[in-house]
Structure formats: C-alpha cells, structure tokens
C-alpha cells in the first residue's frame, strides 16, 4: 500500500494494489474509488485531501509487513 500526496493538486491518492484499475467510481464529491477488472478495489483518489483528511499525522498501527518511508 502506498500513500501519495500531491501538494501541487492537493489530492491524496491511496494505492491499494499494483493491479491496474479498470474502472471507478466517484462515491461522494472529489473521492473516487478505483477497481480492477475483477472488482477488487486497488485505489481511492481525493481531491482537496487538505480539506476532507488529517495530512499532518500519520499513525501505524500493529502493521503485518515492512513500513518504508519516502521524502520527497
């Protein structure tokens, strides 16, 4: 799983999987959920993250795998 936050866009987008979306759906305004051809979802897009999430903490939390962290 991987979090990306674009501060140019202001979106967040959670990438789930590395499956490729096939196809998505905007479930309320500026968040959209991404699925692959088999229905699972791999992906969830918000626009104006700053205004609809906490971005400033992030906490991890009994997590079963490897945490890496990025700086951009």
Same mark, same amino acid.
């Given at each position: 799983?991987?979090?990306? $936050?674009h501060?140019?866009?202001?979106?967040? $987008?959670?990438?789930? *999987?590395?499956?490729?979306?096939?196809?998505?759906?905007?479930? *309320?305004?500026?968040?959209?959920?991404?699925?692959? #051809?088999?229905? +699972?979802?791999?992906?969830?897009?918000?626009?104006? #993250?700053?205004?609809?999430?906490?971005l400033?903490?992030?906490?991890l939390s009994?997590?079963?795998? +490897?945490?890496?962290?990025?700086v951009?």
């Amino acid at each position: 799983m991987k979090l990306n $936050y674009h501060p140019e866009t202001d979106s967040l $987008y959670i990438d789930l *999987s590395e499956r490729p979306s096939a196809e998505s759906r905007e479930i *309320s305004e500026g968040v959209v959920l991404d699925y692959d #051809a088999e229905g +699972k979802l791999v992906g969830i897009d918000i626009d104006n #993250a700053s205004n609809k999430v906490e971005l400033k903490n992030l906490i991890l939390s009994k997590i079963p795998g +490897k945490v890496e962290t990025t700086v951009a």
